[in-house]
């Protein structure tokens, strides 16, 4: 892995400054460094030939100026840094969660929405590591070292070629028991995530564990594992941890080398106390960063992985800017699927990353007040093709024409307007039952949205709620029962008023009460209205004039139309 | 296990530690490892110090030959001992998570599930689990450095004082003041900083999981730039406070930088006071010891620089101590009798009478007054709406939770005399929602019964009519399922508990709601499969699905927790109840179908 991701500097801008403030803070921290061993020096030395406190004074408040300087300086890195990973954070936040939105519902659905917001999230604060620590420090292993050596090559060469001389070890053998330890180590980590996963496991399912009588001999094994784990990772500590082992080996052995060699030479009388004593304080410095930045890498790893997920989310090139923003190209004429005609003309769909078609050569023309049902198995196609009718996905081949214009042209808020969706399982927002009703129409006024509840045969239980319309459904909505949720789903969509609607299998998840009352309510909604519908199942269809069935991507039409009213629906209501 | 319930009242972080007990003198020789490494550290450059000071005077290279091997050693020292340290205090850890995990393990196997309600909501219990895990930071960056920084403190304190006794006060003050006082310090504005942070975390947490879970319907609904709208606010009141608190956090690294300084300046304003005193090289104070204190000084402050990321790790530990305390001082779900009935025989008999389970007493019952009788070869269902009181019944039988008030009998004698484990093994079956193992499929069915034959094992799956599947796969029996069976369907994960409790095989089976989260076909599909399956059996089925149920002895409908009707399936429905409105709801259709 690269210390630096290139990539970093390109999309955050608050990263490219605050490198440049590191680089400026590693300097004024080098150059301090460097003082305080000459000042230092001077003042042992000259205590120690009798000089008085008057003519070292000035040396003395010089001294504490330069340490009030350093503490200066690292409290102000720190700060620097701190708020520095706060604004590379929300630039990479933003960036990450427009793009993601950009790439599209079917995109997210396809790579685990979950995931990415838990890197929006959490991730990303692995950055404050990186930055508060790793980079100043890398930073300074630069720096340092050399500022270090040439200083100390002014006063004593010798002394400068043993540093010289040991100092590159400290990187060639931190490489060297690296590339041991890695693959090691990488095994290491899977089987640290297995066995935390299998504690975890086990005690998910205890319930099920007890019911067999596994739950008491089950704790036997927990502690055998936890041991196996601790034997194991043991053994790989032992060579993980020489890296740290060689690295402080090499600085104390070099420090031991430097004070005997100087050592040696003041006791023949080639050197002077001063020098000998700067030296030596010099000395350690030039291998605390290197130290510093091998201890740092790890703890940065974790940010660093974070942000290179981030950039390859971001290089993901967007299907289409037309998907997500209004295209600005209209065709002049604005289509109405109140009069307009849609058709699919050899449209195939591929995803991106898949080498099946999700659709192949689809012909299929929806006219105003078709009621179309789409019929198969999981997997089959139906919700793909509901995705390339809402713009979630643009086809691979085929062409989409609504009233004789292209549907690529009109732009897609003005699409959108005209389609309410019903999804299998809708996501309500962590927001009042008024908003999500009102999802995408701030402006309905409260009567529209109870008289949408009231259409969607939701109003009972929303009034009963503590706190009415205004009460927070809670995160997914999972305050309400998923009957409730699918109700607010279709007052959503009597309040979107469109022309065409969507029925992606509302009543899948529900059982047989919720799902009635929701039946009651769909027939309602489809009533002068184009319909298509999804199902799992032939015999679960409302009154449809034309029944398509979908196989493995290929759309067929029903020899004949469904047999009439076989639908639960009709069983109830006529 | 004693260690941590005998020690109730005590502080969470105390009772937690008092779990690495036994390992006392391996956590010894790791703070000794790293004291004694660190003291060779700061020895090594007070050894150089003397040793420049001392052949700086020019006498027979006699007296520097000491100094000149120490520092050899010294430097050999520190390396080795800061290894065996870090080696000692990880074994000491991952041996305590072992007993932790153990005893947490087995608490929570008392308490599992009813005692637990509290914490199956959302991602409680893994982070119930990750607190356990989390202790194992404990004492590796928790523990270790403040003992080891307050021996080599003492030590470094010590010599000084051997030396020049005024300096030693000054270092004191400065170890103390960098080791206690600053470590607190940002102990204390991390957890501000946190607290502050927290709901505006949440918030954007909330505004980032909405925006990209519901990206499909705000996108439909021409909501895009609301959502963005709301996380990017979120996100910028997350910068600002971030930026806001930078500066506390920067505080503690800066005071520690500071303290460091001041105490390094203020040993050498002594010693130059008192060497320039004295007015001669050879005064008060000569070169070698004010060489020797200095660096002394100089080198003693890497003991404490871990301290303030000590201080925060020791407050995470609190607050997880804390969380974990709560699992351990839940009250147990059902009370275990001192002196149980023998187990009891088979065939079983279950007669309940009135019974009524209570959760919480500002709660009304989730069952009230239900009379159940449950015997050799009678197959019973249980339907109703959700939140109706099924599974509390299911529990009552499993011995997951007690009756309130009226009686249930097994055997003729109270359920509640027997040990609870002794009950699960003539009542058994299928819990709400199943736990499938990260393990193969044969891992997950032999579970039920380890000792079961590999013709046993295939029965069971033929019966929940898996093994075709089963067959058909690659890797076959030994597949590896994924964590929560994620690499089967639905479909899949229902029938594999179901052949679980098939191959369990017990006297009374008990499936509670087998076909949850199925689409109607194939909830169609499993019910007729289980009802061809338990013919026979003394079976109770939970179950939203009327289909199939005619095949079935009685059926008990249970609404708002009592009991609203029973009969069969043709008198439930002839009579105009809630069981005739379920049938014709869901069920005209498929009915009327010629």
Same mark, same amino acid.
């Given at each position: 892995?690269?210390?630096?991701?290139?990539?970093?500097?390109?999309?955050?801008?608050?990263?490219?400054?605050?490198?440049?403030?590191?680089?400026?803070?590693?300097?004024?921290?080098?150059?301090?460094?460097?003082?305080?061993?000459?000042?230092?020096?001077?003042?042992?030395?000259?205590?120690?030939?009798?000089?008085?406190?008057?003519?070292?004074?000035?040396?003395?408040?010089?001294?504490?100026?330069?340490?009030?300087?350093?503490?200066?300086?690292?409290?102000?890195?720190?700060?620097?840094?701190?708020?520095?990973?706060?604004?590379?954070?929300?630039?990479?936040?933003?960036?990450?969660?427009?793009?993601?939105?950009?790439?599209?519902?079917?995109?997210?659905?396809?790579?685990?929405?979950?995931?990415?917001?838990?890197?929006?999230?959490?991730?990303?604060?692995?950055?404050?590591?990186?930055?508060?620590?790793?980079?100043?420090?890398?930073?300074?292993?630069?720096?340092?070292?050399?500022?270090?050596?040439?200083?100390?090559?002014?006063?004593?060469?010798?002394?400068?070629?043993?540093?010289?001389?040991?100092?590159?070890?400290?990187?060639?053998?931190?490489?060297?028991?690296?590339?041991?330890?890695?693959?090691?180590?990488?095994?290491?980590?899977?089987?640290?995530?297995?066995?935390?996963?299998?504690?975890?496991?086990?005690?998910?399912?205890?319930?099920?564990?007890?019911?067999?009588?596994?739950?008491?001999?089950?704790?036997?094994?927990?502690?055998?594992?936890?041991?196996?784990?601790?034997?194991?990772?043991?053994?790989?500590?032992?060579?993980?941890?020489?890296?740290?082992?060689?690295?402080?080996?090499?600085?104390?052995?070099?420090?031991?080398?430097?004070?005997?060699?100087?050592?040696?030479?003041?006791?023949?009388?080639?050197?002077?106390?001063?020098?000998?004593?700067?030296?030596?304080?010099?000395?350690?410095?030039?291998?605390?960063?290197?130290?510093?930045?091998?201890?740092?890498?790890?703890?940065?790893?974790?940010?660093?992985?974070?942000?290179?997920?981030?950039?390859?989310?971001?290089?993901?090139?967007?299907?289409?800017?037309?998907?997500?923003?209004?295209?600005?190209?209209?065709?002049?004429?604005?289509?109405?699927?109140?009069?307009?005609?849609?058709?699919?003309?050899?449209?195939?769909?591929?995803?991106?990353?898949?080498?099946?078609?999700?659709?192949?050569?689809?012909?299929?023309?929806?006219?105003?007040?078709?009621?179309?049902?789409?019929?198969?198995?999981?997997?089959?196609?139906?919700?793909?093709?509901?995705?390339?009718?809402?713009?979630?996905?643009?086809?691979?081949?085929?062409?989409?024409?609504?009233?004789?214009?292209?549907?690529?042209?009109?732009?897609?808020?003005?699409?959108?307007?005209?389609?309410?969706?019903?999804?299998?399982?809708?996501?309500?927002?962590?927001?009042?039952?008024?908003?999500?009703?009102?999802?995408?129409?701030?402006?309905?006024?409260?009567?529209?949205?109870?008289?949408?509840?009231?259409?969607?045969?939701?109003?009972?239980?929303?009034?009963?709620?503590?706190?009415?319309?205004?009460?927070?459904?809670?995160?997914?909505?999972?305050?309400?029962?998923?009957?409730?949720?699918?109700?607010?789903?279709?007052?959503?969509?009597?309040?979107?008023?469109?022309?065409?609607?969507?029925?992606?299998?509302?009543?899948?998840?529900?059982?047989?009460?919720?799902?009635?009352?929701?039946?009651?309510?769909?027939?309602?909604?489809?009533?002068?209205?184009?319909?298509?519908?999804?199902?799992?199942?032939?015999?679960?269809?409302?009154?449809?004039?034309?029944?398509?069935?979908?196989?493995?991507?290929?759309?067929?039409?029903?020899?004949?139309?469904?047999?009439?009213?076989?639908?639960?629906?009709?069983?109830?209501?006529? | 296990?004693?260690?941590?319930?005998?020690?109730?009242?005590?502080?969470?972080?105390?009772?937690?530690?008092?779990?690495?007990?036994?390992?006392?003198?391996?956590?010894?020789?790791?703070?000794?490892?790293?004291?004694?490494?660190?003291?060779?550290?700061?020895?090594?450059?007070?050894?150089?110090?003397?040793?420049?000071?001392?052949?700086?005077?020019?006498?027979?290279?006699?007296?520097?030959?000491?100094?000149?091997?120490?520092?050899?050693?010294?430097?050999?020292?520190?390396?080795?001992?800061?290894?065996?340290?870090?080696?000692?205090?990880?074994?000491?850890?991952?041996?305590?998570?072992?007993?932790?995990?153990?005893?947490?393990?087995?608490?929570?196997?008392?308490?599992?599930?009813?005692?637990?309600?509290?914490?199956?909501?959302?991602?409680?219990?893994?982070?119930?689990?990750?607190?356990?895990?989390?202790?194992?930071?404990?004492?590796?960056?928790?523990?270790?450095?403040?003992?080891?920084?307050?021996?080599?403190?003492?030590?470094?304190?010590? =010599? &000084?004082?051997?030396?020049? +006794?005024? @300096? /030693?006060?000054?270092?004191?003050?400065? $170890?103390? #003041? *960098?080791?206690?006082?600053?470590?607190?310090?940002?102990?204390?504005?991390?957890?501000?900083?946190?607290?502050?942070?927290?709901?505006?975390?949440?918030?954007?947490?909330?505004?980032?999981?909405?925006?990209?879970?519901?990206?499909?319907?705000?996108?439909?609904?021409?909501?895009?730039?609301?959502?963005?709208?709301?996380?990017?606010?979120?996100?910028?009141?997350?910068?600002?406070?971030?930026?806001?608190?930078?500066?506390?956090?920067?505080?503690?690294?800066?005071?520690?930088?500071?303290?460091?300084?001041?105490?390094?300046?203020?040993?050498?304003?002594?010693?130059?006071?008192?060497?320039?005193?004295?007015?001669?090289?050879?005064?008060?104070?000569?070169?070698?010891?004010? =060489? &020797?204190?200095?660096?002394? +000084?100089? @080198? /003693?402050?890497?003991?404490?620089?871990? $301290?303030? #990321? *000590?201080?925060?790790?020791?407050?995470?530990?609190?607050?997880?101590?804390?969380?974990?305390?709560?699992?351990?001082?839940?009250?147990?779900?059902?009370?275990?009798?001192?002196?149980?009935?023998?187990?009891?025989?088979?065939?079983?008999?279950?007669?309940?009478?009135?019974?009524?389970?209570?959760?919480?007493?500002?709660?009304?019952?989730?069952?009230?007054?239900?009379?159940?009788?449950?015997?050799?070869?009678?197959?019973?269902?249980?339907?109703?709406?959700?939140?109706?009181?099924?599974?509390?019944?299911?529990?009552?039988?499993?011995?997951?939770?007690?009756?309130?008030?009226?009686?249930?009998?097994?055997?003729?004698?109270?359920?509640?005399?027997?040990?609870?484990?002794?009950?699960?093994?003539?009542?058994?079956?299928? @819990?709400?929602?199943?736990?499938?193992?990260?393990?193969?499929?044969?891992?997950?069915?032999?579970?039920?019964?380890?000792?079961?034959?590999?013709?046993?094992?295939?029965?069971?799956?033929?019966?929940?009519?898996?093994?075709?599947?089963?067959?058909?796969?690659?890797?076959?029996?030994?597949?590896?399922?994924?964590?929560?069976?994620?690499?089967?369907?639905?479909?899949?994960?229902?029938?594999?508990?179901?052949?679980?409790?098939?191959?369990?095989?017990?006297?009374?089976?008990?499936?509670?709601?087998?076909?949850?989260?199925?689409?109607?076909?194939?909830?169609?599909?499993?019910?007729?499969?289980?009802?061809?399956?338990?013919?026979?059996?003394?079976?109770?089925?939970?179950?939203?699905?009327?289909?199939?149920?005619?095949?079935?002895?009685?059926?008990?409908?249970?609404?708002?927790?009592?009991?609203?009707?029973?009969?069969?399936?043709?008198?439930?429905?002839?009579?105009?109840?809630?069981?005739?409105?379920?049938?014709?709801?869901?069920?005209?259709?498929?009915?009327?179908?010629?």
């Amino acid at each position: 892995m690269k210390p630096l991701d290139p990539r970093l500097l390109r999309y955050s801008a608050a990263a490219r400054g605050y490198l440049a403030v590191t680089v400026v803070l590693g300097l004024a921290a080098t150059g301090l460094i460097l003082i305080q061993a000459s000042l230092l020096a001077r003042l042992l030395a000259g205590a120690a030939t009798g000089t008085g406190l008057t003519v070292l004074a000035g040396a003395l408040v010089t001294l504490v100026v330069v340490l009030v300087a350093r503490a200066g300086a690292t409290y102000g890195g720190e700060v620097a840094a701190l708020r520095a990973a706060a604004a590379v954070k929300s630039q990479l936040r933003r960036r990450l969660v427009d793009h993601a939105l950009r790439l599209g519902p079917s995109w997210l659905a396809r790579n685990s929405s979950g995931g990415v917001t838990t890197l929006a999230t959490r991730g990303l604060d692995g950055l404050d590591a990186y930055f508060a620590r790793y980079l100043p420090q890398l930073v300074l292993a630069c720096l340092v070292p050399v500022a270090v050596l040439i200083r100390v090559a002014f006063a004593d060469w010798i002394s400068a070629v043993v540093i010289g001389v040991t100092l590159p070890l400290i990187p060639v053998f931190a490489i060297l028991v690296g590339l041991h330890t890695k693959t090691v180590t990488q095994r290491q980590w899977r089987l640290l995530a297995r066995l935390g996963g299998h504690f975890l496991d086990v005690v998910e399912g205890l319930p099920t564990l007890k019911l067999f009588g596994r739950g008491k001999p089950q704790a036997e094994v927990i502690g055998q594992v936890t041991e196996e784990y601790r034997a194991v990772t043991m053994s790989t500590l032992r060579v993980a941890f020489l890296s740290g082992f060689v690295l402080e080996l090499a600085a104390a052995l070099a420090t031991a080398l430097v004070a005997v060699e100087v050592g040696l030479r003041l006791l023949a009388g080639h050197m002077s106390y001063q020098t000998a004593l700067l030296v030596l304080l010099l000395t350690p410095e030039a291998y605390l960063p290197l130290r510093a930045v091998g201890a740092q890498f790890h703890a940065s790893t974790e940010g660093a992985a974070a942000a290179r997920d981030v950039f390859e989310i971001l290089d993901t090139p967007a299907p289409n800017a037309s998907l997500t923003t209004p295209a600005s190209a209209s065709s002049g004429r604005r289509v109405s699927l109140h009069t307009d005609t849609i058709k699919l003309s050899g449209v195939s769909l591929v995803y991106p990353g898949r080498d099946r078609q999700a659709l192949s050569a689809v012909n299929l023309t929806i006219r105003p007040g078709d009621r179309i049902t789409l019929a198969g198995p999981s997997g089959a196609g139906k919700s793909s093709l509901l995705a390339l009718l809402l713009r979630f996905a643009e086809p691979a081949g085929g062409r989409i024409e609504v009233g004789g214009v292209d549907l690529t042209s009109i732009p897609v808020g003005e699409w959108r307007r005209q389609i309410s969706w019903v999804p299998q399982q809708p996501y309500l927002f962590t927001t009042s039952v008024a908003a999500n009703i009102a999802l995408g129409q701030p402006a309905a006024t409260q009567a529209a949205i109870a008289r949408a509840a009231q259409a969607a045969g939701a109003a009972e239980f929303i009034e009963g709620l503590p706190d009415g319309y205004a009460t927070e459904v809670g995160e997914r909505g999972l305050r309400l029962s998923s009957g409730q949720r699918q109700q607010i789903a279709l007052a959503r969509a009597f309040l979107h008023d469109a022309p065409l609607l969507l029925l992606d299998e509302p009543t899948a998840h529900l059982d047989a009460v919720s799902a009635r009352r929701l039946e009651e309510a769909i027939v309602v909604l489809t009533a002068n209205r184009t319909v298509i519908q999804v199902t799992h199942s032939q015999n679960e269809t409302r009154d449809i004039s034309r029944l398509f069935t979908l196989d493995q991507g290929t759309l067929s039409q029903a020899s004949s139309p469904c047999p009439a009213p076989a639908s639960a629906l009709l069983a109830v209501t006529s | 296990m004693t260690v941590l319930t005998g020690t109730q009242g005590r502080s969470p972080l105390w009772r937690l530690l008092r779990l690495a007990r036994p390992m006392r003198r391996e956590l010894l020789f790791a703070v000794l490892a790293g004291a004694v490494g660190c003291g060779c550290g700061v020895a090594l450059l007070a050894t150089s110090g003397f040793l420049l000071a001392r052949a700086s005077q020019h006498p027979n290279i006699v007296a520097i030959s000491i100094a000149v091997v120490l520092v050899r050693a010294l430097s050999v020292g520190r390396g080795l001992l800061r290894y065996l340290e870090r080696l000692f205090s990880h074994d000491v850890a991952f041996r305590v998570l072992a007993d932790v995990r153990v005893a947490i393990y087995r608490r929570l196997e008392r308490l599992a599930p009813a005692g637990l309600m509290a914490f199956r909501s959302g991602d409680m219990l893994t982070r119930l689990i990750s607190d356990v895990d989390a202790t194992q930071d404990l004492f590796i960056r928790g523990i270790v450095p403040p003992l080891t920084a307050a021996l080599v403190g003492a030590g470094a304190t010590t =010599a &000084v004082l051997l030396v020049f +006794a005024p @300096a /030693a006060g000054v270092l004191a003050a400065g $170890l103390l #003041a *960098a080791g206690v006082l600053v470590p607190v310090v940002t102990a204390a504005s991390a957890r501000r900083a946190a607290r502050l942070a927290a709901p505006a975390r949440g918030e954007l947490g909330a505004a980032v999981t909405d925006l990209l879970g519901g990206a499909a319907e705000l996108h439909a609904f021409g909501a895009v730039e609301t959502g963005l709208d709301r996380a990017r606010a979120a996100d910028a009141d997350l910068t600002r406070l971030a930026r806001r608190s930078a500066s506390a956090s920067g505080l503690g690294i800066g005071l520690s930088a500071a303290v460091a300084g001041l105490t390094l300046w203020g040993v050498l304003l002594l010693g130059v006071i008192t060497t320039g005193v004295a007015g001669t090289g050879s005064g008060s104070l000569g070169r070698v010891p004010l =060489a &020797v204190i200095t660096l002394t +000084a100089l @080198a /003693a402050f890497e003991a404490v620089t871990a $301290l303030p #990321a *000590a201080a925060i790790q020791l407050g995470h530990a609190r607050v997880a101590a804390g969380r974990i305390a709560e699992v351990l001082d839940a009250p147990d779900p059902v009370r275990s009798p001192e002196r149980p009935f023998p187990p009891p025989r088979r065939p079983v008999e279950i007669s309940i009478r009135g019974g009524t389970v209570r959760y919480s007493g500002t709660e009304p019952p989730a069952v009230r007054d239900i009379d159940l009788d449950l015997g050799p070869g009678r197959r019973v269902a249980l339907v109703g709406p959700t939140g109706a009181g099924k599974s509390t019944l299911a529990a009552v039988l499993f011995r997951f939770v007690d009756l309130s008030s009226g009686t249930a009998r097994l055997n003729g004698r109270d359920l509640a005399g027997y040990d609870p484990d002794d009950v699960r093994t003539v009542i058994s079956g299928c @819990a709400q929602d199943p736990h499938i193992f990260d393990a193969t499929i044969r891992d997950n069915l032999r579970l039920a019964r380890p000792q079961a034959s590999d013709a046993e094992l295939a029965r069971a799956a033929a019966d929940a009519r898996l093994l075709d599947w089963i067959a058909s796969l690659p890797l076959g029996w030994d597949t590896p399922v994924g964590a929560h069976g994620a690499a089967l369907s639905g479909g899949q994960r229902q029938r594999l508990a179901l052949a679980r409790a098939l191959l369990a095989d017990p006297p009374l089976l008990v499936l509670d709601e087998p076909t949850a989260h199925l689409d109607p076909a194939n909830r169609r599909a499993l019910t007729a499969d289980l009802l061809a399956a338990t013919a026979g059996r003394a079976t109770l089925l939970i179950t939203h699905e009327l289909d199939g149920l005619d095949a079935v002895d009685e059926i008990v409908v249970l609404d708002h927790g009592r009991v609203a009707e029973r009969g069969t399936h043709a008198e439930l429905v002839e009579a105009d109840g809630v069981y005739h409105r379920l049938w014709q709801a869901g069920h005209a259709a498929a009915r009327t179908d010629p």
